[in-house]
């Protein structure tokens, strides 16, 4: 239901934009989130986005760098990646939440993309 595109190497101070495409769900009814997990590491949230896109959450080792957006019109979610580091370096999975509030816990999120790798070299 999750497809995750666009990750790939690229240099440190480049910029990546993922995709996930939702496929088989009223769209606009999910909150969608990004996370990531990096070799070695814990899984980590990202950022999030409300059900119309007037909200926006960013972790902050990615604020300011990272903006999340959607367009419910082609149920899809982004997450516009930008002055990447190695640090960023990592599998960023997309998922979906049924309930109306923004969690930044990957419990509470009830369906997973396949992930796509992100990798940022010195």
């Known amino acids: 239901q999750l497809q995750a595109s666009g990750g790939g190497l690229v240099q440190s101070g480049g910029s990546l934009r993922l995709s996930c495409a939702a496929s088989r769900l009223t769209f606009s009814s999910y909150v969608m989130g990004w996370f990531r997990r990096a070799p070695g590491k814990e899984r980590e949230f990202v950022a999030a986005?409300?059900?119309?896109?007037?909200?926006?959450y960013s972790a902050d080792s990615v604020k300011g760098r990272f903006t999340i957006s959607r367009d419910n019109a082609k149920n899809t979610v982004y997450l516009q990646m930008n002055s990447l580091n190695p640090e960023d370096t990592a599998v960023y999975y997309c998922?979906?939440?049924?309930?109306?509030?923004?969690?930044?816990?990957?419990?509470?999120?009830?369906?997973w993309g396949q992930g796509t790798l992100v990798t940022v070299s010195s």
């Open positions: 986005i409300s059900r119309s896109g007037g909200s926006t």
């Open positions: 998922a979906t939440r049924e309930r109306s509030w923004v969690t930044f816990l990957a419990s509470g999120y009830d369906y």
